[in-house]
Structure formats: C-alpha cells, structure tokens
C-alpha cells in the first residue's frame, strides 16, 4: 500500500513537473524560451522597450523572453528573418512603423511583404515626432517656421534619421504647402549633433533624444505630432494646437508574428502583452520615455498599419522619392 502510494506521488510530481514547463498558453505554450528579434541596436528605444516588456512578459508566461538585436537595413535584415521563421510562436519581430509602414512604401524592391509574411499581435507603445529648431534660429513655434519657408523658399533644410522621419515631414510640408530639403543622417544622435552644431536649422526628432536637448536648452521644441501633448514635453504643443488640425501621427514599436502563426498563440499574446503594458510597473516606466502604451488586438493593428500606407503613400508618389 506504502508503494502504491510512493507510486502515485511519484506520477503526480511528474505531472506538476510537466506542466511547470510549459506555457499558461494555448497547448501548453511556450514550452521553450520565446525570441524578441529587434530591428534595431542594443540602447535605442525599440530596444529598451522590448527588453522592458520581454522581462515582465517572461514572468506571466513562466518562460524565458530572449532578446536579440539583428539591426541593418532600415530594419529589413530582421523582418526579413522572421519571415522566414517557423510559425510557431517562438520567433517574433519587434519592429513598428518602419518595417511595416515606411518600408513598404518607400522601397521597391522589398523582400518581404508586411501582409503576406506576417501575422500582426499587436502595438506595444507609441511616441511622437518633435520638431526642433536650433536655439539661434529665428523661430520659436511651428508658425513661425512655416512663415520663414514662404519668406525663404527653397532654403530651409530640415535633418532627419530615416524614412520614418523623412515621410511624416515630408507630408507636413504638403500640407503646409512650404518646400523643405531633407539632409538625411545615419540616426537620431548624428542629427542632433547636426543641429546642435548649427549645420541644420531644423530636426524632426523621436521624443526620447529630444527631450534632454530640450531640458537643457540646447534646443527649441516647435511642437509634437501626436493628437495630444506628451508628458514628457508637456509644454510644447502639437502640431494640432499649431494650425494644422488634421495631423495626428506616432511613430510605435510592436510585435508581429510570421505569417501562419495560429490565431490562439497571437491572440494570447496579445492579451499577455496588453497585460504586462498596462501593469503599473511597466506602463510608468514607459511614461518617463514619453511612450504611450498600447497593446490593441491583432486586427486594431493591421488597421492602423493599413491607414498609415495610405495616408503616406500618395506624397512619396508625388515627390518621387522611393528608393531601390
């Protein structure tokens, strides 16, 4: 009888055992570490957020979330990886704006497709543009840029850190029916050393390296692209508050699966996810990085990448500035 008991523990332990490693998930998933593949270097703000999330994520699903950075080529190198990837859930791109929307529109030869290569789970926060003016420029607001383009047409350059700075001020600009020239630099540091040096009046920067410049006046905030001013920069006005209503644009980072991942692993995902974003812990860390978090279903996502390519394609049609 003692042996049978022993016998019976012993099962019952192993049991336990057995599903202590897998996943609360769909089928026990994920029995195996999870891979975060990053479209951009170790310290930027893909990054940080996604090794931010990828912890806490972790402890919800009681497995490990690795990160790994597979940078290059505006972001292509990476999404192209997990492409190719097996759907199972185990390898998924954090990337955004740039893979999903900027890239499809701005490149003709694309090797991969954002719809048919990948299944969307969801958007992890989002971040405005800030347009900044060098401190000895002669325009302190968003109006009174525009007003110096007229008086100067043709002489006002603007420095940007890839496609998802070039487009959205390039869409500005049409809708402020002014010319600006783009200077293009390799990243946002780059630029702002650019601007701080005086070798361009203007920046459209990402809200994370723009917010010291501005704090330790280094640098004019003209105003932020979001909807809604940002807490980090809550004195600086959105383009809305500017003159131009209509503008409301953020860039994101998010998570997108290869295409044929089940809807049960995506969809828990990105319930996990949706969780852990809006968990005290993680949401206030965000907020001190001037990132909104988000964490929308799969089809809110696709939606939004959707309504972006259509709302910047018809400007690079018109200005003829896709590239091979």
């Known amino acids: 009888m003692k042996k049978m008991k022993k016998a019976i523990v012993s099962v019952a332990l192993m049991v336990v055992s057995s599903v202590a490693l897998g996943g609360n998930g769909p089928d026990g998933y994920p029995s195996e570490p999870v891979r975060f593949v990053v479209s951009f270097a170790p310290g930027g ?18 497995q490990s979330v690795v990160v790994e950075n597979k940078a290059g080529a505006s972001g292509i190198i990476a999404a192209q990886y997990v492409a190719r990837a097996t759907p199972d859930g185990y390898t998924l791109l954090v990337g955004g704006s740039g893979p999903m929307v900027f890239n499809p529109i701005m490149k003709n030869d694309l090797p991969y497709d954002p719809v048919k290569d990948f299944e969307p789970v969801t958007i992890l926060g989002s971040y405005p543009l800030v347009f900044l003016a060098g401190v000895k420029e002669p325009f302190d607001s968003v109006k009174d840029m525009v007003k110096y383009a007229e008086d100067h047409p043709g002489d006002l350059n603007y420095g940007s850190f890839g496609y998802s700075s070039q487009v959205p ?3 500005f ?12 630099y390799k990243g946002s540091s780059a630029a702002a050393q650019a601007l701080l040096a005086g070798n361009i009046p203007v920046f459209v920067s990402d809200i994370g390296p723009a917010a010291p410049l501005v704090a330790a006046g280094q640098a004019k905030a003209l105003a932020v692209t979001s909807a809604e001013r940002n807490p980090i920069l809550p004195d600086v006005p959105t383009l ?10 953020s860039l994101y980072s998010a998570v997108a699966a290869p295409k044929g991942t089940p809807a049960a692993i995506t969809d828990y995902l990105q319930k996990e996810l949706h969780a852990v974003l809006h968990s005290p812990a993680v949401s206030e860390r965000l907020a001190t990085m001037g990132i909104k978090p988000e964490g929308m279903p799969p089809a809110e996502a696709a939606a939004r990448y959707a309504r972006e390519i259509g709302l910047f394609q018809p400007i690079v049609d018109k200005l003829g500035i896709k590239t091979n």
């Open 169 to 171: 001020t390039e869409y």
């Open 45 to 62: 703000g893909t990054d940080l957020v996604a090794r931010l999330v990828a912890a806490e994520l972790s402890k919800r699903m009681g």
């Open 240 to 249: 809305a508050e500017s003159g131009f209503p209509d503008f409301d644009f």
């Open 173 to 184: 600009a049409s809708i402020a029916d002014i010319k600006l020239n783009q200077i293009p």
